[in-house]
């Protein structure tokens, strides 16, 4: 079991404000897919929680996948309240999973680490 | 109500490695305080679930708000598993809360954000 957080490289956001949005989206997709299965999240848990933290390009490479994604994998998609740093509605992260390893992949495989 | 997640200066994480260790704390802290008080948790859900990521200079300053931040406020503990970059059982990161802006801010008031 994996989760995949999905960040912008268009974004020249903070270490500290991309943390805090990666915790973000990492939340949030823990808790969509504890609504749909908590037993795999519970063996996500188990296992250590892996979570893994990549780039796309920009917000449309994003949203692209955010939709094809969310058809196959509990997803969460998170957007600033834009207090700081960038415009408010700015999307800034996705959340893939936590799910099974396989499924995540097939749909982030060829994305870079950030 | 807010969730203070405290990192190392002297830890050069990438910036990946170091947003999934802040997301971990995260969720720790979220699971911790909801253990202790669902309402709190539920109230900085409504609110924004506002995160705040910070610094300390090393481990045993770390440990140290640690040790006394637990007396007050729930709070989580994150070790490496040492897969890669640091060494195994190297402590990253501490969540202090969610919980109420008081008793978070009385311990971590003095602390630069990251």
Known sequence: MKQVIVTRSDLKLGKGKLAAHVAHASLEG???????????????????????????????????????????????????????????????????GPWKDEEVDRLTKDLKLL
């Open 30 to 96: 823990y808790k969509e897919a504890k609504r749909r299965n908590a037993e795999i999240v519970e063996e996500w848990e188990r296992e250590g929680q892996r979570k893994i933290v990549v780039k796309v390009k920009d917000e449309s490479e994003m949203l692209e996948l955010f939709e094809k994604a969310k058809r196959f994998v509990p997803c969460a998609l998170i957007r600033d309240a834009g207090l700081t740093q960038i415009e408010p509605g700015t999307l800034t992260c996705i959340a893939i």
